[in-house]
């Protein structure tokens, strides 16, 4: 401790010379003070948790006090940030020091002391502070773990059984005599002229809340009703929206009413010490009456919706009668723990009082796990027309197994003496059951909000949206079921103060804050690159003579720098420095040019396809054997239509390094060959002069370069010709062909050409065998001979048509 107190006042001695002046002195005297005082109540706190005696209200009290400290010190850590980077930016800028005998000019060695003495006066009370932060987050830790030692150790204990008849005679006596001296307090105020006093003078205000209390217990359903018919006007009829709302109603104002009698009473003063504290409970147990009943009512509604597919209509009512005794064994629960603060009752008797609320309460789960739910087909849609049967199913089947389980240990447990153990499994069972049960109301009402707003109407279950509403809700319920099984108010503060902090990765802070910056700011980039490409995409560019390969290129490249551009400014802005991640970068870039070699490949090879475009969206390509025209560009990989229809999805590296052939790269100017056969003896100038003809008059074929016939040979049917020309667009090749085939065949017709088709002659082996006679000789003619046959053999004239179809035929 001593060397703590000269470490503080040797730096605020050097903070006192280095600022001078009164105002700095009161400065300093304000901070020496307030470390004064830390300095006490750490030292206090360490003699407290070194004795480990005082109670577990002391502790909190004193973790609160530390707390205080510990909030304003991580304050001070950050102060002054900006500007002791501007004086560190402002020494760098000066250069480092000479070394050895050298000396810098005078105004540099003045202008570098006086940064230097303004640097640390700033730096000094940071460095206290995040001392002063470190030993108050340390003395918390120890606070916080005490208190769970001591909780675990209590729920471990083993205390007096409830079953020996020992305890209860004295329990009995216990409970009669609270329960006598509760009425005498009453009946002894009432009697009182101060009482009477009160009275006359609350007159008023009292009957007010009575009769307000009456109005509401008596006619707050049926207002509610009322008021939904009036909400219905609205819309959203048929949605269940307004059916939700006004179940809300059925609660609140009835609940309003029990606060208004609470309230009446508490000004008449007649109830004594332990009245008032009953009293302040009542409007939490009523809040767990009407709660828990509106729990029942919601699921007998969802069933009748669903037209009681799942449960039927009398399984529901018993469902809810056993959900409104569970709200009345945890009102028990709580007065027992009442009864045992108020009295300072014996551990016998409150173990005799508990055993029975714990036996009905696990009786009453063993009966809820018994209420199953009808056999349905995992692929038959629900009444919301999903196919979300499966998912519930599970979700019911480890329900029943786990109140199973805490049905048979919790009564077992209490049995052999440890009550705490058991309140602790069975009560936050059924406030978690409960739980769960609320948020899947929750999750379909504000799921049917959504498809109303939308207009999805039932559409909207099989939306991502219902997932991430249920998800939230998750996520949110979390803290309340941590509370339930034994969590401390002051354990979730301090996880979210330590998740304030954030947490360290490769020398970056990231915390909530930043992330959430992060996300926003880099949401907003994505939205304007978003918005530019759309603009230059439908607006700026169509409206210049850039085609459309080239305007593709230019938006998609636009959407690249814009992302990355988002990115470096959301991480700047959230204030994230990655200069300690550069090791770790250099590694993973390493480890990502082994491991996605062929991805990194196809991303380099959709940038050069972008800059360079050697293709283009919308040419016409033939790559690998498949031909089509591309769709789409990306970074990994192309899309191309085939003339199917159908979509071919080629890695870009494919396109660089392989062979392409682009028939429209620059133009779309391209030739188109027409085959044509002619029988023998047909006059070929004739039919040259024909060709040319048809090949001149389709208006797609150019006049320069001219189109031209060429006499390619003789084949073994025909005379082959065929028609060259340059057709002004590629993309017609089809029809041009397609047409000038049909004008061939119209001239060759009128001008009396034949066009031949290949003609076979068959000559079969053995005609008897195929006559079903069996041959009365049998012999293999010599390759290089002539075998005459029978009249039957004589050659059969076959077409094109039919060959193939003889299976094993010779010809």
Partial sequence: MLRQVRLFLTLFLVCFAMLGGPAAAQLTDRQSEY???????????????????????????????????????????????????????????LGPKPEGDATEPEDIAKIR???????????????????????????ISEIDQIIRHRQTRELMERGPSPVNPAYWRPAWVDVTEAFRSLVNEVAENLHTDVVHERIRDRGLGIFVLAVISAVLLMFGRRWSEQGGDYLRLLGGTGTGVWTFVISLLRIILPWLGVLAAVAAIRLTGVLGLRGALLLEQVPYWAAIIFFYDWIGRQIYLIGKAQGFKRLSAAKIKELRVYIDLLALMLILHELAILFEQIENISDSTRAVVSFPVIVVTALLLLRVRHIRTKEIQ??????????????????????????????????????????????????????????????????????????????????????????????????LALPILALY?????????????????????????????????????????????????????????????????????????????????????????????????????????????????????????????????????????DVNGMMGYVRDISVRSTRIETFDRTDVIVPNSDLISGVVTNYTRGNTIGRVIVPVGVAYGTD????????????????????????????????????????????????????????????????????????????????????????????????????????????????????????????????
């Fill in 684 to 811: 070929t100038r004739v039919v040259e002069k024909i060709l040319g003809e048809v090949a001149n008059a389709h208006p797609m074929v150019l006049a320069n370069p001219a189109p031209s016939v060429v006499f390619q040979g003789f084949g073994a049917d025909s005379l082959d010709f065929e028609i060259r020309a340059i057709l002004r667009d590629v993309n017609w090749v089809l029809s041009v062909k397609s047409d000038m085939n049909h004008e061939i065949n119209r001239r060759f017709a009128d001008a009396g050409i034949e066009i031949p088709f290949a003609q076979r002659d068959v000559w079969l082996r053995n005609p008897e065998a195929l006559q079903g006679q069996a041959p009365t000789q049998k012999s293999e003619p010599e390759p290089s001979e002539k075998t005459e046959k029978s009249p039957s053999s004589k050659p059969v004239d076959m077409t094109e048509a039919d060959l193939g179809d003889g299976g094993g035929d010779e010809y």
């Fill in 35 to 93: 470390y004064q005082g830390w300095l006490s109540t750490a030292n206090r706190a360490e003699a407290v948790i070194e004795a480990n005696r005082a109670s577990n209200a002391a502790l909190e009290n004193l973790r609160s006090e530390i707390n205080g400290y510990r909030e304003d010190f991580s304050k001070a850590r950050g102060a002054n940030t900006d500007r002791i980077q501007t004086l560190e930016g402002q020494i760098k800028a």
């Fill in 113 to 139: 002391t006086h940064l230097e003495e303004q640097l640390n006066s700033l730096r000094v009370p940071r460095i206290i502070s995040e001392e002063a932060f470190s030993r108050a987050n340390g003395l």
């Fill in 378 to 475: 995992q692929d038959a849609p629900d009444p919301t027309g999903t196919t979300r049967v499966a998912g519930f199913s599970q979700l019911v089947e480890f329900l029943r197994r786990a109140l199973f389980i805490l049905g048979l240990t919790t009564p077992a447990l209490a049995l052999f003496g440890y009550t705490n153990a058991a309140e602790a499994i069975v009560f936050p069972a059924v406030k978690t059951l409960v739980l769960i049960a609320g948020l899947v109301i929750f999750q379909r009402f504000i799921t049917q909000v959504y498809g109303w707003i939308t207009g999805q109407g039932e559409a909207v279950w099989d939306s991502l949206f219902s997932v991430l509403v249920g998800f939230t809700l998750a996520i």
């Fill in 485 to 621: 099984w034994g969590a401390r108010e002051t354990d979730l503060r301090e996880a979210w103060s330590r998740l304030l902090l954030g947490f360290d990765i490769g020398g970056v802070t990231i915390s909530p804050s930043n992330f959430f910056t992060f996300v926003v700011v880099f949401l907003i980039g994505y939205g304007l690159t978003r918005v530019l490409q759309s603009g230059l995409r439908n607006s700026l560019l169509p409206k210049t003579s850039i085609d459309p390969g080239g305007q593709n290129a230019i938006a998609a490249g636009t959407g690249y720098v814009g992302i990355f551009l988002a990115a470096l400014v959301a991480i700047v802005v959230a204030g994230f420095d990655l200069s300690s991640l550069a090791i770790v970068a250099g590694a993973l870039s390493v480890g990502i040019g082994f491991g996605l070699q062929t991805i990194v490949s196809n991303f380099v090879s959709g940038i050069i396809l972008l800059v360079e475009r050697p293709i283009s969206k919308g040419d016409w390509i």
